[in-house]
């Protein structure tokens, strides 16, 4: 059983597709420059230089033991292998909030996802 052409058009703009519908919908850039402005406007912590990283692990110790926990039962014990798509997708959601939430705890980004707010 072997790929034809048309099966890589198909994935190719199957993935061109999924971009470019999703670009605007999940408004990727405005995350970036969410961050961006966030970083220009504290750049000591954004480069960890504000020597708060252990403050900020006291005073988040239960959110991350919570993360580093979720992420810990999804790789070691989670038995993803008869999953549907839709729970893969799931399970593929909660390790990518666990993972961006631990960044923001460590790094001390406290800015909220709003689509709403105007720069």
Known sequence: MSTTIEDAHTAANNFVDLHWKNRDLCQVGMIKDDFYNWCIDNEEVCLGKDGQFWTRMYQNG???????????????????????????IDEHNRVVVDLASLLSFIMGYNLDYDPERVE
């Not at 039962?73 to 549907?84: A, N, P, Q, V």
Request: aromatic share 26%; net charge negative.
């Open 62 to 88: 239960y959110s991350v033991f919570g993360k580093f926990y979720d992420l810990a039962g999804i790789f070691m014990f989670e038995k993803d292998d008869c999953y549907t798509d839709a729970q893969m």
